[in-house]
């Protein structure tokens, strides 16, 4: 298996609802990542986690909560998100950490808070 | 932080070799260059990854100088499919064996038939 597999693809959600996305990978990578990405931009770093603990926090706002409960899975909470948070989300995750090996990304969630 | 500069977009016709340039002017020692191909709402896709010199894969090839102060994605006669967004990434080499990659404002191809 060489792929980042993130769920759901599409979400809509509201302002007051509370929802979780999914990523999943069984590479064996030990580093794992969050961007998120506007339309025609490109894609924003928001946490990265480095076996399973989080390593960098980009300055995100609390409305996002990012989970890693084991080595092949991260999760990203969503609460109380306003409507400019709608982009699409994107999941990555690379072997050692480093950098000589590349990205592999997941397809994305695309999310429209309304 | 190493950022990267690359030209917003690039027309080309199918057939024909594209290059794309990337900058890097403060490139770190350790640093890789690695470029990624984006079609639109799909994730980013690992394209070729260089150090120095050049490096060649099945899809394209990697120019990088001695200053490695810039680098060039070479794409050998591009068809319609390869119209995308590219990006130059230069990774921030931090403690821990990890990196956290910034991407730049990317190159949009447009592939023409």
């Known amino acids: 298996d060489t792929e980042v597999t993130q769920t759901p693809k599409h979400l809509v959600m509201g302002m007051t609802n509370k929802k979780s996305l999914k990523c999943e990978q069984h590479m064996g990578h030990r580093a794992m990542y969050w961007y998120k990405q506007k339309a025609k931009k490109p894609p924003e770093l928001m946490f990265v986690?480095?076996?399973?603990?989080?390593?960098i926090n980009e300055s995100v706002p609390s409305r996002f909560s990012p989970e890693c409960p084991n080595s092949s899975l991260l999760n990203l909470h969503l609460h109380a998100l306003q409507p400019e948070d709608s982009a699409l989300y994107l999941c990555?995750?690379?072997?050692?950490?480093?950098?000589?090996?590349?990205?592999?990304f997941g397809s994305g969630t695309r999310l429209t808070v309304v | 932080l190493a950022k990267t500069t690359q030209p917003i977009s690039m027309d080309s016709y199918e057939g024909q070799e594209v290059n794309i340039t990337c900058s890097h002017n403060?490139?770190?020692?350790?640093?890789?260059i690695t470029w990624y191909q984006q079609f639109p709402s799909q994730g980013p896709r690992f394209i070729i990854q260089g150090y120095k010199t050049k490096v060649t894969n099945e899809v394209a090839s990697l120019f990088i100088p001695a200053d490695r102060k810039s680098s060039t994605l070479s794409l050998p006669r591009v068809s319609l499919s390869d119209t995308a967004v590219y990006y130059c990434?230069?990774?921030?080499?931090?403690?821990?064996?990890?990196?956290?990659?910034?991407f730049g404002s990317g190159t949009k191809l447009n592939v023409k038939p």
């Open positions: 403060n490139i770190a020692t350790n640093d890789y």
């Open positions: 990555a995750s690379n072997p050692m950490g480093g950098q000589d090996y590349g990205y592999t």
């Open positions: 990434l230069v990774g921030d080499q931090v403690p821990d064996n990890f990196n956290k990659f910034y």
């Open positions: 986690y480095s076996y399973e603990k989080l390593s």
